[in-house]
């Protein structure tokens, strides 16, 4: 590295050394960023493969991406990073029981990304103070309800039932299915899952779609496979948040893959490291449209192509 080079580069890692480690940080050669990892492998590598071509593609400035999980970082040594990258929410979790045994990573900034809003833990901003934010995977519901008129506009009425994650959601929800011309119909429940199949029966009477929202309680891996059986039963149709459950029998998602945040994620690292700030917690700009054809077809239901509703579901002049 010539000398102008080393320079620039010091200099501006010396104006991101006071949000992390002063003095160490502005000596170092290039930047570095954890990326951690709720687990090896799978969608979380996909996600690291797409940041990294991102930020190639977007920025010239030269960082060492570290990935790895948590187990596997040196959280003893130093100097420790400018930013931490979390993918998952599992991640971000330990980040928050890591910080609270080892303080000096309070700080480090954190970027917590691909963890629904309910997962992103209110302990975090106490923990880590200003140097947290987010990306999350959840859908606006105004681009749920979008979604709902453009697929299925004969569904006028809209099941859901909420736990205690999904709750909070419920006000804007409501707003957003009624300006599209859409009825909440609803059930809640806040203490155990036991209530879950009284609950969606009494959905199944009252409405003629269930939609299925980021929820932990409720939508936990051991009763979604029945959730989803019960309505195929009921010949009532399900849209959710996750690609996953339509290969497993849902009609229709509208959900983030971990690889299409990773714009996001670039410019949200961009950002601090030139302006020592970063932004603000959000939901990914990026999403897709899932169909399961043979459900459709079960269903008696003819659907736009995937590609066809999100396509709608961009083009702001449309206003179905």
């Known amino acids: 590295m010539d000398h102008s080079r080393r320079h620039c580069l010091q200099t ?12 160490r940080l502005a000596q170092a050669a290039e930047a570095e960023v954890w990326v951690v990892l709720s687990e090896n492998g799978g969608a979380y590598a996909e996600a690291v493969r797409a940041l990294q071509e991102a930020w190639a593609r977007e920025f010239r400035l030269t960082l060492n991406w570290r990935v790895a999980t ?16 979390t993918l998952g929410a599992r991640a971000c979790l330990e980040a928050v029981e890591l910080t609270l045994a080892n303080p000096a990573l309070a700080r480090v900034p954190l970027l917590a990304t691909l963890l629904p809003q309910a997962s992103y833990p209110a302990l975090a901003a106490k923990v880590l103070a200003r140097n947290s ?34 709750l909070a959601v419920r006000p804007v929800l409501s707003r957003a299915l009624a300006a599209r011309g859409l009825t909440l119909v609803e059930q809640t429940i806040l203490n155990g899952d036991k209530g879950v199949y009284p609950s969606l029966r ?29 309505a195929y039963r009921q010949r009532i149709p399900l849209v959710s948040y996750s690609a996953a459950h339509v ?6 998602a509208l959900h983030t893959a971990p690889a299409d945040t990773a714009t996001q994620i670039a410019q949200a690292v961009h950002q601090l490291l030139s302006s020592r700030k970063l932004p603000a917690p959000a939901l990914a700009d990026a999403y897709s449209v899932a169909v399961n054809d043979q459900v459709a077809r079960s269903l008696g239901l003819s659907l ?14 449309v206003n179905p």
């Open 202 to 230: 009494a959905l199944f009477d009252e409405s003629d779609l269930l939609l299925v929202m980021p929820d932990k309680l409720v939508y936990s891996p051991q009763n979604m496979p029945n959730i989803l059986l019960a």
């Open 70 to 85: 948590w187990s596997e970082l040196p959280l003893d040594l130093e100097p420790l990073p400018q930013l931490t990258v």
């Open 12 to 23: 501006l890692l010396g104006g991101v050394a006071g949000l992390a480690l002063p003095g």
């Open 304 to 317: 736009p192509t995937p590609a066809a509703l999100a396509l709608a579901l961009k083009s702001r002049g």
């Open 133 to 166: 934010s987010a990306l999350f995977l959840d859908q606006p519901p105004e681009r749920i309800a979008r979604l709902l008129r453009l697929a299925l506009p004969e569904h006028k009425r809209v099941g859901v039932l909420f736990g205690p994650d999904s």
């Open 247 to 252: 290969r497993a029998g849902a009609l229709l």
